[in-house]
């Protein structure tokens, strides 16, 4: 099958690559940028899996450019993972947060309803649409109100509530994953746990002082592997039943952020680490509780975590030892 991944040179997007060569698809990847950063997920990929990879340059904003590749390429599904993904930035742009996560998310819905109309859309939207819905400890339905706590949040429900239109009314195939948290190798450093193990990855080459700046580690999340997260993707994408469906795809064991930065001094070795709060990790509207309720996709797919979130922590921090040096 050919599938094209948005997003391709972000986060999830090399892993996804790397889970689609394994089962010998065709893979295309979307990028806004022509001056060779693509290279740079060879952090992740085996030059093998790049070198298949058939790269398309275009900005989602550029409706006219998106028309010419979906004209020229016939793919039977796309992973649509592109987006501005960092609630703090949203806060200082949440013009340009809604530009990128809006605005081209609907470019692509047109050009897919308007030139591809059997290709099956997964659009990637966030467990942040939810906002502090979960807060009293209660696993979030899929099915739950939307209240975003952010801008980030609020541009992904607008586009998760447009496809949701354009899914009932017939004029798209695909579904919604609101991935709850996820993190491993190549998870940027501006995000809470992987920002924990770039720090400590400096501290263990001589680069850092012994002194964590961190954010809120008293909020609760339910973190899971990458790896597994995009394998949920893939297996509703293949589902033939899958359509017009919306899936939380998330862990299943809630944690204190405290647990996950413990657990990387652990891992490394380090003694005396100091944690230092830092003004500027800490959000000012953070969510306090979160677990999702994912049953409609275990059911219908089959779905199961792979990997022991000790595994993923290790790797994570060994991807930074290995990307600093």
Not at 158 to 172: C, K
Request: charged residues 25%.
């Amino acid at each position: 099958m050919k599938f094209l991944i948005t997003g391709i040179t972000g986060f999830a997007g090399p892993h996804l690559a790397n889970l689609l060569h394994k089962n010998g698809h065709e893979i295309h990847g979307l990028i806004r940028r022509t001056n060779g950063m693509e290279a740079d997920i060879l952090d992740v990929v085996s030059d093998e899996v790049y070198n298949s990879i058939n790269f398309h340059y275009s900005d989602l904003g550029n409706y006219r450019v998106l028309r010419n590749i979906f004209e020229k390429n016939s793919f039977d599904g796309v992973f649509h993972l592109a987006a501005q993904s960092h609630p703090p930035s949203s806060f200082a742009d949440p013009l340009g947060t809604f530009d990128d996560n809006i605005i081209g998310s609907a470019n692509l819905i047109q050009v897919i309803q308007d030139h591809q109309p059997d290709c099956k859309l997964m659009f990637c939207s966030t467990s942040e649409v939810y906002g502090n819905e979960g807060m009293d400890g209660r696993k979030i339905h899929w099915g739950d109100k939307m209240f975003p706590a952010n801008p980030y949040g609020a541009s992904k429900a607008a586009t998760d509530l447009y496809l949701q239109e354009r899914m009932e009314n017939g004029f798209v195939k695909g579904f919604i994953t609101r991935a709850f948290s996820h993190t491993g190798p190549r998870r940027g450093k501006n995000f809470s746990i992987s920002s924990d193990a770039y720090q400590i990855a400096r501290m263990m080459k001589g680069l850092q002082d012994p002194t964590l700046s961190i954010g809120n580690l008293n909020s609760i999340r339910v973190v899971m592997d990458a790896r597994d997260t995009v394998r949920a993707y893939y297996l509703a994408m293949i589902h033939p039943e899958v359509n017009n469906h919306v899936f939380n795809v998330c862990g299943d064991v809630p944690r204190k952020m405290q647990f996950f930065t413990d657990k990387l001094i652990e891992l490394s070795g380090l003694k005396n680490v100091e944690q230092k709060i830092n003004e500027k990790f800490w959000r000012p509207h953070d969510i306090h509780y979160q677990h999702g309720d994912s049953t409609n996709l275990i059911e219908l797919t089959g779905f199961k975590e792979e990997y022991d979130i000790d595994k993923t922590l290790e790797d994570l921090l060994n991807y930074w030892l290995e990307k600093i040096q």
